[in-house]
Nanobody, 119 residues
Framework: QVQLVESGGGLVQAGGSLRLSCAAS????????MAWFRQAPGNEREFVAG???SDVSTVQGRFTMSRDNAKNTVYLQMNSLKPEDTAVYYC?????????????????WGQGTQVTVSS
């Protein structure tokens, strides 16, 4: 069992930055694939970025995801934010080695943190 708690969301102006954190507790964090998803009102939940247990960071356009296995935490650094980035951002975990993009593949989810980008 893994518990995930996101933090760091908020209101930011377009062009600004935010860093989200996801703290994990429970079973060994280092053997889980970790991912960030987001869901805007009326939209399906979509994949943002993911890391296998052996990855340290990945860059997806304006977003950088990183993990610190010593702290059982993953981060999502979001730069040059746009109003269309407004969504609830979720941290997710799955046991294994492959980063998958479908939300149905992930077993554990955080409660989500709201990110609102004003124009």
């Amino acid at each position: 069992q893994v518990q995930l708690v996101e933090s760091g969301g908020g209101l930011v102006q377009a062009g600004g930055s935010l860093r989200l954190s996801c703290a994990a507790s429970g079973r060994s964090f280092s053997v889980y694939v970790m991912a960030w998803f987001r869901q805007a009102p009326g939209n399906e939940r979509e994949f943002v970025a993911g890391l296998s247990p052996s990855d340290v960071s990945t860059v997806q356009g304006r977003f950088t995801m990183s993990r610190d296995n010593a702290k059982n935490t993953v981060y999502l650094q979001m730069n040059s934010l746009k109003p269309e980035d407004t969504a609830v951002y979720y941290c997710a975990a799955r046991y294994g080695w492959s980063v998958l993009r479908m939300n149905s593949e992930y077993t554990y989810w955080g409660q989500g943190t709201q990110v609102t980008v004003s124009s």
